[in-house]
Each structure stands twice: as C-alpha cells, then as structure tokens.
C-alpha cells in the first residue's frame, strides 16, 4: 500500500504563486506515474498534471501549461506542483494520485489518491 500526503494549499490572490508537494509512504517503486487532479465546487474531477518517477516526461492540461511546472524527487518519494500566475479559476481542492502504469489521463486508472489540499485565488 501506499499513502500519499498533500501540503502547501492556502488563500493567495490572483497572480501569485504556491507550489504543492505530495510525499508518498509505503512501499517504495521503482517506477509510476504521480498525478494532480482538481475538482472545482460544482465540477467533476479534472486533470491537472503528470509525471513518470523513471525518465520524468511530464504531461499537463492545456488550461495550465506555461504556468504550472510538475517535478519530482525520486529520493524523497515527493512529487511538487509549481502554480504561478495563479487565476481565480484555478480555485479548487488539489489531489495527489499515483498507478502503477502509464494510463496518464484516467481517473480510474489510479490507485492511490491523496486527501487533498484546498488552493484559493482571489481576485
């Protein structure tokens, strides 16, 4: 089993910054994929973005690229979301997901998912 922990959620105003940081516990793999999903009141769960522990191609929902940079630390078992230029329409609770394969953008496809971290923009 694995768990995973969310961390860095606050109240910040439009165009500021936050980086979150999921640590996973447990079993350690050697290679998965690591996942951030968002669900907005009202709103099914969205893709965010995404990241192999082995190699680190990235993959990133086209409502966040060039403002969002995912990362990981293969050594501390911790993957981080850099949001900046944050909107307000970036509000949401944040999600840490990881499977043990490559099915990047299915919900479904993963195992392990996070409480997660409540992120709001005002403006």
């Known amino acids: 089993q694995v768990q995973l922990v969310e961390s860095g959620g606050e109240l910040v105003q439009a165009g500021g910054s936050l980086r979150l940081s999921c640590a996973a516990s447990?079993?350690?793999?050697?290679?998965?994929?690591m996942g951030w999903f968002r669900q907005a009141p009202g709103k099914e769960r969205e893709f965010v973005a995404a990241i192999r522990w082995t190699g680190g191609s990235t993959y990133y929902a086209d409502s966040v690229k060039g403002r969002f940079t995912i990362s990981r630390d293969n050594a501390k078992n911790t993957v981080y979301l850099q949001m900046n230029s944050l909107k307000p329409e970036d509000t949401a609770v944040y999600y840490c997901a990881a499977q043990y394969g490559t099915r990047t953008y299915v919900l479904a496809a993963y195992d392990y998912w996070g409480q997660g971290t409540q992120v709001t923009v005002s403006s």
């Open positions: 447990g079993r350690t793999f050697t290679s998965y994929t």
